[in-house]
Every structure is written in structure tokens, then in C-alpha cells.
């Protein structure tokens, strides 16, 4: 059989609303709920605040703000490294990728401590280990500081936030790998049965809960009393969903990315865009239904690590030439989600991944093919649409045409002549 490849049909571009809750100043905000922990920050103590959560905006500005606090008490703040077996579980790997994110002791002013070693402090009663690195008993108190949202991996009444920080963050390569090594129905309740142990034994006296909405802005910053953590951050977490940005349908015949990585995504492209897991022996998201992915390109921030290309259809030569497989490798060992790391068909130009996408969809007649294009899977405000998936888009208070379809171009080397790009880049 001789492959043709197809022409892709033509897009308007588009220009999505979502809810939009925001804090005007995260920096006073943080401030003003760090003080709500002042009463159990003692003069003459160390106070640990925990470090090392990508993607989380103005949290340079805000960890100066808690810095700030807890010196005005009296205390010694340092910055406690809290990303399991992330940065290869290493100190080293560890302060490369707080350096990346500007958390340095020159930049904020409080000394940086990382650790890789960790200890048993206990277990729950169906024999749950709870770890915690060497550094957490170095200080007399703990603030964890992190953001609430959905999990690209599982869900349920706690995800990404206090707990996991506490649990797999703080716990180091033991917590982590404890965390991974079990099922996904699992995860929610070893981060609570795990977090109530740590919350017990170790010096946390409270934290602090960041949530974005989906224009990557600070929408709600809260102070979390160590007595409550837990419940808050599930009422956090309900909240937070309501504020996810999404596809402008849930039913295509393909997406296209721009860019992967890990500043948007743990998993490179988000599983709850893109509506795939891909983990065995987990049964895959009901919606968004997406035929095929195919994605352009890999971000300079994720320095080689294309975790969650595994995830996707089609790509590029020039993606493939920027993975670094041992750091791509590493994450998923770790994860022990092995089929994200998989390289799916590559193609010279992206021109040619997407025609070949398209041959791959050639029983579509032309005007029903329907395709959204997105810069990545993080900003999805501004995209791409084929006429066939325009015509659903009769909510005009959320969406707004910025154009009407026109054809899709490429340049002389085969790229993407329109690209969205990211918000900074227009």
C-alpha cells in the first residue's frame, strides 16, 4: 500500500473563556496567610519550607514573602528540597533543578538545603511505611508551601498538593518509590493514611495551599492549620477542577501540540487533555476521545526529558534529536510507567507528521475531520479549529472567532507558518 500523504483541512483560530478568579497580589496575599501561622513560629527556631514544585507561578516572589514572615518572628528560615526521586534523587539533581527554578540562596536569602537519605518513622496499621528525608529533622518546625490541582496519573479525594508534598515530596526516593509502587486506586489513600503519620510525628505546624485557574494565575492562596490540612486541601482540590481549562470539544479525530514538556505537564502533554493514561492495567479516561496525538516539539525547560512521549502518535526528527534518554528513562523507571517513554513515529518535518496524521484519518471526508490545534497542553486560551468542529461552538460567551478557517501553511522547512506559541510570546 503506498502512503499519500494528506493535506490538513483549514483552521480558524479561536480564543477560549474560563472562569477566572484571581489573586492581585500573591506577594501580600502570602503575607497575609503566612501571618495566620505566626503564632506557632517560635523566636530563636528553624523554620523549613519546602521547595522544588515546577510550573507553580510567582513562587519565587511568594517564597521571599514566607521568608519574610518567619524572619519577622524571629526565626531562621531555610528552603527544604521536597521532590522525591525527582533530579535523579540526588543532591546534585536535586539543586540543578531548584537552580532552574530560581530557588537559590542568592536569590532568595535562606539557605538550601537538599538531601537524598531518608528514614522510617512509621507505618499505618495495613502496613504503609511513612518516610522522611534526614533534613526534615534539622529543623524545629515545617511549613510545606505547594499547589493544589488534579493528578496527570490518578484521582480521588486528595491529588497533587499538601499531602503528596508531605508524603512523596519530604519522603524522598523511600516515599517515592512506596508511592509508585503501588496500584493507582491506591494513591489517594496512602497519601492521607501516610500524611496523618507524618502530620503526628514530624514538626509541621501548617502550610501553605496555592491553586491556579486556567490562565496559569494565582487564584486562591490559603494558609492550612496542620490540624486541618488534610480536610482543607479536599475541599482545595474539589475547587480547583471547577477552574481547569480544557479542549473546546471532547470528541476529534486528532490534536495537535506545539510543544511538550515538563514545565507544563509532569507528563509532558497533560493526561486529562489529551485523554490518555496509558498505564497497564489502568482503564483509560472515558473523555476527551482524541484518535490520534501528534505533538511538534520539546521544550528547552524540560533539558531532554520527554517523559509522556510515549503518550503520543506522531512527532518530529527534530523532538527525537532533543531526547535525553536517561533522564526520560529515569522518570519513568521511577514512575514505573515504562510506556511513556516510548518514542512514537517520528517524521522529518512537521509537515510530514501531520499529513501522514491526516492519510491516517483519509475515510474522514475533508470537511468532517475534526482537528484542534494548541501551543501545549498548559495554555489552552488560544487555539486552532477545523470548520467541523467550529460549527459545535455556539457559546459565544465562551468562545470568541478570531478568524475564520484559512488554509494551514508551512514554511520552506516544513514547519507550522502560524504557530499560537506561548502567552509570553505575543
Known amino acids: 500500500m503506498t502512503i499519500t500523504r494528506k493535506p490538513l483541512p483549514p483552521m480558524a483560530r479561536i480564543r477560549q473563556s474560563f472562569i477566572r478568579p484571581k489573586v492581585d497580589d500573591p506577594v501580600a496575599e502570602m503575607v497575609a496567610q503566612m501571618d495566620l501561622l505566626t503564632p506557632r513560629i517560635k523566636p530563636g527556631t528553624t523554620v523549613g519550607i519546602t521547595v522544588g514544585s515546577r510550573g507553580i507561578q510567582n513562587i519565587c516572589a511568594m517564597l521571599e514573602a514566607a521568608i519574610g514572615v518567619v524572619r519577622r518572628c524571629g526565626a531562621q528560615p531555610v528552603l527544604l528540597s521536597a521532590m522525591g526521586s525527582h533530579g535523579g534523587g540526588t543532591e546534585e539533581g536535586q539543586k540543578e533543578?531548584?537552580?532552574?527554578?530560581?530557588?537559590?540562596?542568592?536569590?532568595?536569602?535562606?539557605?538550601?538545603?537538599?538531601?537524598?537519605?531518608?528514614?522510617?518513622?512509621?507505618?499505618?496499621?495495613?502496613?504503609?511505611?511513612?518516610?522522611?528525608?534526614?533534613?526534615?529533622?534539622?529543623?524545629?518546625?515545617?511549613?510545606?508551601?505547594?499547589?493544589?490541582?488534579?493528578?496527570?496519573?490518578?484521582?480521588?479525594?486528595?491529588?497533587?498538593?499538601?499531602?503528596?508534598?508531605?508524603?512523596?515530596?519530604?519522603?524522598?526516593?523511600?516515599?517515592?518509590?512506596?508511592?509508585?509502587?503501588?496500584?493507582?486506586?491506591?494513591?489517594?489513600?496512602?497519601?492521607?493514611?501516610?500524611?496523618?503519620?507524618?502530620?503526628?510525628?514530624?514538626?509541621?505546624?501548617?502550610?501553605?495551599?496555592?491553586?491556579?485557574n486556567a490562565y496559569e494565575e494565582t487564584a486562591r492562596i490559603q494558609a492550612l492549620l496542620a490540624e486541618d490540612m488534610i480536610d482543607k486541601e479536599i475541599e482545595l482540590l474539589v475547587w480547583s477542577k471547577t477552574l481547569m481549562p480544557a479542549l473546546p470539544v471532547d470528541s476529534l479525530h486528532g490534536l495537535v501540540v506545539e510543544e511538550m514538556g515538563k514545565n507544563f505537564s509532569g507528563t509532558g502533554v497533560d493526561t486529562n487533555i489529551i485523554g490518555r493514561l496509558r498505564i497497564t492495567g489502568e482503564q483509560e479516561p472515558e473523555t476527551p476521545r482524541i484518535r490520534y496525538v501528534s505533538v511538534l516539539d520539546l521544550s528547552e525547560e524540560s533539558h531532554g526529558n520527554a517523559t509522556g512521549i510515549g503518550l503520543v502518535d506522531f512527532t518530529t526528527q527534530r523532538l527525537v534529536d532533543k531526547v535525553n534518554r536517561k533522564a526520560t528513562y529515569l522518570n519513568n523507571l521511577t514512575t514505573t510507567f515504562v510506556t511513556r517513554a516510548f518514542l512514537p513515529t517520528w517524521y522529518d518535518t512537521e509537515q510530514e507528521a501531520l499529513e501522514t496524521m491526516m492519510f491516517c484519518l483519509r475515510s474522514v471526508p475533508l470537511e468532517d475531520v475534526r482537528l484542534v490545534r494548541v501551543p501545549n497542553t498548559l495554555y489552552l486560551t488560544e487555539c486552532y479549529v477545523t470548520e467541523a468542529v467550529l460549527r459545535d461552538l455556539t457559546d459565544s460567551s465562551r468562545f470568541t472567532v478570531i478568524h475564520e478557517p484559512r488554509p494551514v501553511v508551512f514554511d520552506a522547512e516544513g514547519r507550522l507558518a502560524d504557530r499560537i506559541g506561548r502567552p509570553c510570546d505575543h
Request: a neutral charge.
Open 97 to 212: 533543578v531548584l537552580d532552574s527554578l530560581g530557588i537559590t540562596e542568592e536569590r532568595l536569602g535562606a539557605k538550601v538545603i537538599t538531601c537524598s537519605s531518608c528514614r522510617s518513622i512509621g507505618q499505618t496499621p495495613d502496613g504503609l511505611t511513612a518516610h522522611m528525608l534526614d533534613s526534615a529533622f534539622t529543623v524545629d518546625a515545617i511549613i510545606p508551601i505547594n499547589r493544589v490541582k488534579t493528578h496527570t496519573s490518578f484521582k480521588g479525594c486528595v491529588e497533587s498538593g499538601m499531602c503528596k508534598k508531605l508524603v512523596v515530596g519530604l519522603g524522598g526516593p523511600g516515599g517515592a518509590g512506596q508511592f509508585h509502587s503501588l496500584g493507582q486506586a491506591q494513591l489517594p489513600r496512602l497519601l492521607v493514611d501516610v500524611s496523618r503519620i507524618i502530620l503526628e510525628k514530624m514538626p509541621v505546624i501548617g502550610g501553605v495551599a496555592i491553586v491556579e
